[in-house]
């Protein structure tokens, strides 16, 4: 099973973060007890940082795939744990992405196509641009090995 | 392009890049040529080869001449033009009467002035639409020349035709005159939609379209084809009885929508019943099952006038590989599905068609449907009869297994035992709460219901289940309107196993197994819920490596097909030519173009 890159660890911590400072400065605001020594928007900070980080790391933890000999096997998930397998014969088309953040941390995901209708697109995020080209160009080459197979793909 | 992504590799393209005009995919003809023209660019980059109207076609469809152009029936500019003042003459009237129909009379000349211009303009536009629309079925093609202001020629390959319907509403039944929809698969438009010709036209160009596209098959496979007298009109599977239709539209009835009604009534105080109907409040759970009738009974009423015009004289047919039917009461419809294009069957039973074993049978097809709601591609192949039929029925359009379900295990349902037994108990809490602050009704009154909690449990696990065949996988869901759905292994795009937090406690999972037909709207994806960890595996691996198993198999069988088209139309040429060997290569083609139409038909 081949783990996503540390680096996404650190933009979703870095997201959870962001939301419980967010959160944390909305009820700033909020009527502090005298006697209490630390105010309410940090207690609330400090509550969500340690909720959010402990679910990103999880995440993190959780988030695996593999390329094995008929199909892309992916699992996931913290609340509700996730296990995919795509077969090589369905795949459609495949993406390397790079958003903004991605970008900016020097990493970008995989997008694979089916038609599917609830799977019909698995993304692996967090991997270094150099994998997700890599990746995308073996899963093609699966996916065309298949080719005499291809006019099953519905 | 505005569509989703992996619409981009679908038959549109393939379509397009065959058709003498790319823009003639618009409907109403608007849009300028330019902004189509840099998607055909794209388009064209992918090597979608139309295929060769190949050599033999010349010598095969010579009996199918090709015709003279065709027009619409002459009444359709009658029923356009009305359709269209219909449409656009109640803004006119909001408009005008609205606003000017006080200034007297010389505003009033004005007025009929404007309308008599306008219906002229209407009439004017309809008949130049009927003079310049023609169409014609050629020996490979159906040809749609039309367009008022800019002119676009269509050529629909039939190979890539996957329905032609014919939809006729009261209206049309009344003068005579239908609407004849080509669809090919994948797009959620028509590819071509003749409104209107006659009747009797419509039910022949769909005839002909059907025959000429197995002659177009015929010619690739000619092993195929057995009996071609019957061919023609088809060989009935189905037809649906008096009793039937009756019992059908009787048995019609949306039992969550009541079971709903009552929930929400129970929650209405009984003294908002006595001010309607003025009983005393020692019965005060009486107006609610009162109540609770009257909207089930107009509930059931709703659904059995939906149910019969919809299903009045169904006929299912089967012409070769094609299912045909034709149904309505009011409207009526006729299309067919492809065998070949079914990704799912699934069975619906409702707990009264179960109580009297029966059921209904519907298909589902990969994105696309004829005359349902083009969300999902699920239509009605047997609307009702006896399990044991149309058990007999889904086995003979595609040997499909009479799947034995295995339930899920019992822990599933002391889960759902608990589960009702805390939403009682929340409920009850509620109450209790909400008591000191207004007067709700007795905050026990859900814990009354606590004994039914493990029988819901226990029918809610009662049908469920899975089953894992030799080329069928099949799952169950729901008491009240029981799902089954049941697809080959071939047809499987993914499967998804998933385990909530909550399922986890009870060792429980999910698994999805995916396919391109379903659009996950109506929750009829195949779906083994709360099957036990080890079970999930089981199913997981189980249909992933049937797939690549029925796959092979598959593959093996057109390879052998191939070979044999190969041997004959070999034969063919040796008889014909002595040098067979420069055409092969021409011929090594044939099967590969049919290959790039079947995976573009997604």
Not at chain 2, 46 to 68: C, F, Y
Not at chain 2, 97 to 111: H, N, Y
Not at chain 2, 266 to 280: C, D, H, M, T
Not at chain 2, 521 to 527: F, N, P, T, V
């Amino acid at each position: 099973m081949e783990n996503l890159n540390p680096r996404i660890r650190t933009v979703w911590i870095l997201v959870a973060v962001l939301i419980a400072a967010f959160l944390g400065t909305i009820f700033r605001a909020a009527p502090t007890d005298e006697y209490a020594e630390v105010p309410v928007g940090v207690i609330i900070f400090v509550v969500l940082l340690l909720l959010f980080g402990t679910y990103q790391l999880l995440r993190y933890r959780n988030w695996g795939f593999e390329v094995q000999d008929d199909a892309v096997y992916i699992e996931h998930g913290v609340l509700v744990h996730v296990k995919k397998v795509v077969p090589f014969v369905r795949i459609q088309h495949i993406d390397s992405r790079r958003g903004p953040v991605e970008r900016a941390s020097g990493l970008a995901s995989l997008v694979i196509y089916t038609a599917g209708s609830r799977g019909a697109d698995v993304r692996i995020p967090g991997l270094t641009p150099e994998r997700a080209d890599e990746l995308r160009e073996k899963l093609r080459e699966l996916a065309i090995e298949n080719e005499e197979s291809i006019e099953d793909a519905v | 392009m505005e569509n989703e992504p992996n619409e981009a590799t679908e038959p549109h393209e393939s379509e397009t890049s065959e058709s003498s005009e790319p823009s003639a995919r618009d409907e109403t003809a608007e849009t300028p040529e330019t902004e189509e023209v840099p998607q055909t660019e794209d388009e064209v980059s992918e090597p979608s080869e139309p295929p060769e109207p190949s050599d033999g076609a010349d010598d095969t469809s010579s009996p199918t001449n090709p015709t003279t152009p065709s027009k619409l029936h002459p009444l359709s500019v009658a029923y356009r033009t009305l359709q269209q003042i219909l449409s656009i003459g109640f803004l006119v009237f909001l408009f005008f009467f609205g606003g000017a129909a006080t200034e007297g009379l010389s505003a009033l000349v004005g007025i009929a002035l404007t309308v008599f211009v306008a219906l002229v303009a209407i009439l004017g536009w309809q008949v130049a639409y009927y003079r310049r629309f023609e169409y014609e079925l050629t020996g490979d093609t159906f040809d749609i020349r039309s367009g008022v202001i800019s002119r676009r020629n269509r050529e629909i390959p039939l190979r890539r035709v996957q329905n032609v319907d014919v939809t006729e509403n009261v209206l049309h039944r009344l003068i005579g005159i239908a609407q004849v929809n080509i669809e090919t698969a994948g797009g959620n438009v028509s590819e071509a939609s003749l409104r209107y010709v006659g009747a009797d036209v419509a039910r022949e160009i769909q005839r002909d379209v059907r025959r000429r596209k197995r002659a177009l098959s015929d010619e690739e496979t000619p092993d195929i084809e057995e009996d071609v007298e019957e061919g023609e009109r088809g060989r009935k599977l189905y037809e649906i009885s008096g009793r039937e239709l009756l019992l059908l539209s009787t048995f019609s009835i949306d039992f969550r929508l009541v079971a709903f009604a009552f929930f929400i009534l129970s929650f209405v105080p009984p003294e908002r019943f006595e001010a309607i109907e003025g009983v005393s409040v020692s019965v005060s759970a009486l107006p609610v099952v009162v109540l609770g009738l009257i909207v089930a009974f107009i509930l059931w009423i709703i659904g059995f006038g939906t149910s019969f015009s919809r299903y009045y004289g169904f006929v299912l047919t089967r012409i070769d590989d094609t299912l045909g039917y034709e149904r309505g009461l009011f409207n009526r419809y006729s299309g067919s599905i492809p065998i070949n294009k079914i990704q799912t069957f699934t069975l619906y039973e409702n707990v009264l068609k179960r109580r009297f074993s029966y059921s209904t049978l519907g298909v589902e097809t990969a994105g696309y449907s004829p005359t349902q709601s083009r969300q999902h591609g699920s239509e009605t192949a047997v609307p009702f009869a006896k399990k044991e039929r149309v058990m007999n029925l889904a086995v003979e359009i595609d040997d499909v297994e009479i799947p034995e379900f295995t339930l899920p295990p019992k822990r599933s349902r002391r889960r759902y035992a608990f589960r009702y037994s805390l939403v009682l108990g929340v409920l009850a809490v509620l109450l209790y709460v909400a008591d000191t602050v207004v007067s709700p009704p007795d905050w026990y009154l859900p814990l009354l219901a606590l004994p039914l909690a493990p029988v819901a449990a226990h029918l809610k696990w009662r049908n469920r289940g899975y089953y894992l065949g030799d080329d069928y996988v099949a799952t169950r869901n729901g008491f009240w309107n029981r799902t089954s759905v049941i697809l080959p292994y071939y047809r499987v795009q993914n499967v998804i196993e998933s385990s909530t937090i909550l399922q986890r406690r009870w060792r429980l999972a999910t698994v999805t197994i995916d396919t391109a037909g379903s659009s996950g709207l109506r929750s009829d994806d195949a779906r083994a819920v709360d099957v036990g960890f080890e079970d999930a595996e089981v199913i997981r691996e189980e249909v992933r490596d049937k797939l690549q198993e029925s796959l092979a198999e598959r593959r093996a069988e057109r390879r052998e097909k191939r070979r044999k088209a190969d041997e004959t139309w070999l034969d063919t040429v040796a008889r014909e030519s002595p040098d067979a060997r420069s055409e092969e290569d021409k011929h090594e083609d044939l099967p590969e173009d049919d290959t790039e139409g079947e995976r573009k038909d997604t």
